[in-house]
């Protein structure tokens, strides 16, 4: 059970808490319960300190192995119907003294007398029903022991207790008790202590349901519907999951989000090792490293200032102040006295310093003070809070006069069709708000909901909180592609475009009344809206252009958006037929022109080249066919007579076909050679333009 109740509790918004526990403890130990999903959080962050001036001896935690598997370690295993006979026969062997009540009957009288037995437990046995009959009869029970006058025999019901004199057996039947009534979901941690009183605190991490806020928006409005004066209120939420009553507790709510992770530690882990046998061999002398070594003072003839000066310029020396004070738990852990003084009075020296601590909650305003914290922003209620255990509390932090003004929005890729009615307002709080929900209320009437975004304080925030039906909005978008120009740059060729889309708004007013609207787009990166009005506000992520409208009237509205976007191609990819229309077009300069000239000839030379090489081969593959045609004919056809005179004119046709394919191999050569030449030249006078084109 817990010894030390919680004094102080800072909730983040990652489902971790930091808690701070503290109270006056007398003797050697105190205890603190963790559920076991806790326990690695315990491991890695609890710090306890004595501000008494006593020391911390160690930690102590069951090691979270199964109930089965811990159980079955000990000698002696208990069922949970026959528990008796299980303990009588798993002490075989061992020592025991027996309590025996025996029964004497003389007429109607009776007389009990007990008597004392010692020896050596040889066993129990029941006999086995027989016969008619049904059931073990547990009375005939016997249990039989050696003794120094011999083996007794007597019956179980004359047993009314006994001493297991084995320190072996009682030891484990503790063990056995002890693991039984062990909860498997919660883990005690034992805090070893000094001789006498101690005044501790206790400091860890832990898992933690999240804290969430909400907000109340409460506005007056005169006979027009203008809003004259507004408040803004802010409640924390936050849920008791101890099992233990919350009482006059100091809280902090924390926004912001700190690196966080779950570090095995708890669970006992023996890697698989190679076995290797052992050689005779002369022993070793140890080998032993020196390491840098400060003389440390002595720190109980020093005040807690000194203790801290000194302290802190060890830090600067070796580190941080918090790696001094882990060197030191672990120094503590293992038993270094003088050195675990060191810790205690330093953190007594920094909790006095600071005023107390986070421990000390003094009465304050119903309401939270802000606190910026590095990389996070605290609400640090003022009031101490108490919750009953299985509870949950909304916890006042603030209440702000804030002066809004009622504007419509529109954003079709969030609402198509209507703009919202929001409220803007600026955060005047003096706090920065987290994200949560925010109700609005105006001369007492309920007007909406809305999500109020994570706010710095002096920052501008959106509250919308209704749709405004009596303004409608369509919207027709297109994109279009135009041509811009050319450029060389790195030896490649880029044709560049603009990718343009057209928002086109129809914006109609139904009301009565003249209304001003603000039409909003999400940035998007590289696109740049151009001939459209200048945006009336802009920031990272929107663009707002204000427009008023009539009462009963219809507006158009047009906002155009573009970005460049350019496509590459290698230099020997372009024609001149290409070059000569792009030259037309002016998408570039005559001195690029001619620039590119010279180097699109000789690519388009080689094109041509490997053009004609085709065409050229594919001949080749019709003469082949026709040879082997020819060549068969040969084979039916005489020498002599009218087949002879077919048979030259068919041998001359063939040396003709001969002939071309050798025309057609020197020109496949001769075609192979511009391609290179071209391609080369074609090169060099990529190679040869300036740097950068």
Same mark, same amino acid.
Do not use: C
């Given at each position: 059970?817990?010894?030390?109740?919680?004094?102080?509790?800072?909730?983040?918004?990652?489902?971790?808490?930091?808690?701070?526990?503290?109270?006056?403890?007398?003797?050697?130990?105190?205890?603190?319960?963790?559920?076991?999903?806790?326990?690695?959080?315990?491991?890695?962050?609890?710090?306890?300190?004595?501000?008494?001036?006593?020391?911390?001896?160690?930690?102590?935690?069951?090691?979270?192995?199964?109930?089965?598997?811990?159980?079955?370690?000990?000698?002696?295993?208990?069922?949970?119907?026959?528990?008796?006979?299980?303990?009588?026969?798993?002490?075989?062997?061992?020592?025991?003294?027996?309590?025996?009540?025996?029964?004497?009957?003389?007429?109607?009288?009776?007389?009990?007398?007990?008597?004392?037995?010692?020896?050596?437990?040889?066993?129990?046995?029941?006999?086995?029903?027989?016969?008619?009959?049904?059931?073990?009869?547990?009375?005939?029970?016997?249990?039989?022991?050696?003794?120094?006058?011999?083996?007794?025999?007597?019956?179980?019901?004359?047993?009314?207790?006994?001493?297991?004199?084995?320190?072996?057996?009682?030891?484990?039947?503790?063990?056995?008790?002890?693991?039984?009534?062990?909860?498997?979901?919660?883990?005690?941690?034992?805090?070893?202590?000094?001789?006498?009183?101690?005044?501790?605190?206790?400091?860890?991490?832990?898992?933690?349901?999240?804290?969430?806020? @909400?907000?109340?928006?409460? +506005?007056? &409005?005169? =006979?027009? /519907?203008?809003?004259? *004066?507004?408040?803004? #209120?802010?409640?924390?939420?936050?849920?008791?999951?101890?099992?233990?009553?919350?009482?006059?507790?100091?809280?902090?709510?924390?926004?912001?989000?700190?690196?966080?992770?779950?570090?095995?530690?708890?669970?006992?882990?023996?890697?698989?090792?190679?076995?290797?046998?052992?050689?005779?061999?002369?022993?070793?002398?140890?080998?032993?490293?020196?390491?840098?070594?400060?003389?440390?003072?002595?720190?109980?003839?020093?005040?807690?200032?000194?203790?801290?000066?000194?302290?802190?310029?060890?830090?600067?020396?070796?580190?941080?102040?918090?790696?001094?004070?882990?060197?030191?738990?672990?120094?503590?852990?293992?038993?270094?006295?003088?050195?675990?003084?060191?810790?205690?009075?330093?953190?007594?020296?920094?909790?006095?310093?600071?005023?107390?601590?986070?421990?000390?909650?003094? @009465?304050?305003?119903?309401? +939270?003070? &802000?606190? =910026?914290? /590095?990389?996070?922003? *605290?609400?640090?209620? #003022?009031?101490?809070?108490?919750?009953?255990?299985?509870?949950?509390?909304?916890?006042?932090?603030?209440?702000?006069?804030?002066?809004?003004?009622?504007?419509?929005?529109?954003?079709?890729?969030?609402?198509?069709?209507?703009?919202?009615?929001?409220?803007?307002?600026?955060?005047?709080?003096?706090?920065?708000?987290?994200?949560?929900?925010?109700?609005?209320?105006?001369?007492?009437?309920?007007?909406?909901?809305?999500?109020?975004?994570?706010?710095?304080?002096?920052?501008?925030?959106?509250?919308?909180?209704?749709?405004?039906?009596?303004?409608?909005?369509?919207?027709?978008?297109?994109?279009?592609?135009?041509?811009?120009?050319?450029?060389?740059?790195?030896?490649?060729?880029?044709?560049?475009?603009?990718?343009?889309?057209?928002?086109?708004?129809?914006?109609?007013?139904?009301?009565?009344?003249?209304?001003?609207?603000?039409?909003?787009?999400?940035?998007?990166?590289?696109?740049?809206?151009?001939?459209?009005?200048?945006?009336?506000?802009?920031?990272?992520?929107?663009?707002?252009?204000?427009?008023?409208?009539?009462?009963?009237?219809?507006?158009?509205?047009?906002?155009?958006?573009?970005?460049?976007?350019?496509?590459?191609?290698?230099?020997?990819?372009?024609?001149?037929?290409?070059?000569?229309?792009?030259?037309?077009?002016?998408?570039?300069?005559?001195?690029?022109?001619?620039?590119?000239?010279?180097?699109?000839?000789?690519?388009?030379?080689?094109?041509?080249?490997?053009?004609?090489?085709?065409?050229?081969?594919?001949?080749?593959?019709?003469?082949?066919?026709?040879?082997?045609?020819?060549?068969?004919?040969?084979?039916?056809?005489?020498?002599?007579?009218?087949?002879?005179?077919?048979?030259?004119?068919?041998?001359?046709?063939?040396?003709?076909?001969?002939?071309?394919?050798?025309?057609?191999?020197?020109?496949?050569?001769?075609?192979?050679?511009?391609?290179?030449?071209?391609?080369?030249?074609?090169?060099?006078?990529?190679?040869?333009?300036?740097?950068?084109?």
């Amino acid at each position: 059970m817990t010894t030390l109740p919680i004094r102080e509790m800072v909730l983040y918004k990652h489902g971790v808490g930091y808690f701070v526990r503290g109270g006056i403890v007398s003797g050697t130990q105190a205890v603190l319960t963790f559920k076991q999903d806790a326990l690695n959080d315990v491991l890695k962050s609890l710090t306890v300190f004595d501000r008494s001036g006593g020391h911390v001896l160690g930690i102590h935690y069951p090691t979270p192995i199964p109930r089965e598997e811990r159980l079955s370690s000990s000698s002696i295993q208990l069922s949970n119907e026959n528990s008796l006979r299980d303990l009588l026969t798993q002490i075989r062997g061992r020592q025991i003294t027996v309590s025996l009540e025996h029964t004497l009957y003389e007429g109607d009288n009776q007389t009990k007398t007990t008597e004392i037995v010692s020896g050596r437990m040889i066993g129990i046995e029941t006999p086995l029903p027989s016969g008619h009959e049904r059931t073990i009869d547990h009375g005939k029970t016997r249990v039989t022991m050696q003794t120094d006058a011999g083996v007794r025999v007597f019956e179980l019901v004359d047993l009314k207790s006994f001493t297991i004199d084995d320190a072996a057996a009682a030891n484990d039947l503790t063990y056995t008790l002890d693991v039984s009534m062990s909860d498997d979901e919660r883990r005690d941690v034992t805090i070893q202590l000094s001789e006498g009183e101690h005044d501790l605190i206790a400091q860890y991490v832990a898992p933690s349901p999240l804290w969430r806020v @909400s907000y109340r928006l409460v +506005a007056d &409005a005169d =006979e027009t /519907g203008a809003i004259t *004066e507004a408040y803004l #209120q802010g409640w924390g939420l936050f849920d008791n999951r101890f099992e233990e009553d919350l009482t006059d507790i100091r809280l902090t709510l924390v926004a912001g989000q700190p690196i966080s992770f779950v570090y095995d530690l708890s669970e006992s882990q023996i890697p698989e090792r190679p076995l290797i046998r052992d050689k005779a061999r002369v022993a070793q002398a140890p080998i032993e490293f020196l390491a840098d070594h400060i003389a440390a003072p002595n720190f109980d003839e020093m005040t807690a200032d000194e203790t801290l000066r000194y302290m802190e310029s060890l830090a600067k020396r070796q580190g941080g102040v918090e790696d001094v004070l882990k060197d030191i738990d672990g120094m503590v852990l293992g038993g270094a006295e003088h050195e675990l003084g060191a810790a205690s009075q330093y953190q007594s020296a920094r909790f006095m310093r600071a005023g107390g601590g986070r421990g000390i909650v003094e @009465s304050a305003p119903a309401q +939270a003070a &802000a606190k =910026e914290a /590095g990389e996070f922003f *605290e609400y640090q209620v #003022q009031t101490p809070v108490t919750v009953k255990r299985g509870e949950s509390a909304l916890v006042p932090l603030f209440s702000a006069e804030v002066k809004p003004e009622r504007e419509l929005l529109f954003n079709h890729r969030k609402l198509q069709n209507h703009p919202v009615a929001a409220l803007r307002l600026k955060n005047t709080s003096g706090f920065t708000l987290e994200r949560g929900p925010v109700t609005v209320a105006v001369e007492g009437d309920y007007k909406g909901e809305a999500i109020i975004a994570f706010t710095k304080d002096g920052d501008d925030l959106y509250v919308p909180y209704a749709v405004e039906l009596g303004v409608k909005v369509a919207i027709d978008e297109k994109q279009e592609v135009t041509d811009i120009g050319v450029a060389l740059r790195d030896k490649m060729f880029f044709f560049q475009r603009y990718r343009t889309t057209i928002a086109a708004y129809m914006i109609e007013n139904t009301l009565n009344q003249p209304v001003t609207i603000l039409i909003e787009r999400g940035v998007i990166p590289d696109v740049k809206p151009f001939d459209s009005p200048v945006p009336d506000v802009e920031t990272v992520d929107e663009r707002r252009w204000k427009l008023t409208l009539p009462a009963k009237t219809r507006r158009p509205f047009v906002i155009k958006e573009r970005t460049v976007f350019s496509t590459h191609h290698i230099l020997n990819g372009l024609t001149m037929h290409t070059l000569a229309e792009y030259l037309d077009k002016r998408y570039l300069d005559k001195a690029l022109y001619g620039t590119l000239r010279p180097i699109v000839e000789r690519y388009e030379a080689a094109r041509n080249a490997r053009s004609e090489i085709n065409t050229l081969q594919n001949e080749k593959k019709t003469i082949a066919t026709r040879q082997e045609q020819i060549r068969a004919n040969l084979a039916t056809l005489q020498t002599v007579g009218e087949e002879g005179k077919l048979r030259m004119r068919i041998l001359k046709q063939l040396e003709k076909s001969e002939d071309r394919l050798a025309a057609i191999d020197a020109r496949e050569a001769e075609l192979n050679q511009i391609i290179v030449t071209k391609e080369a030249e074609a090169k060099a006078l990529i190679d040869a333009l300036p740097k950068g084109e």
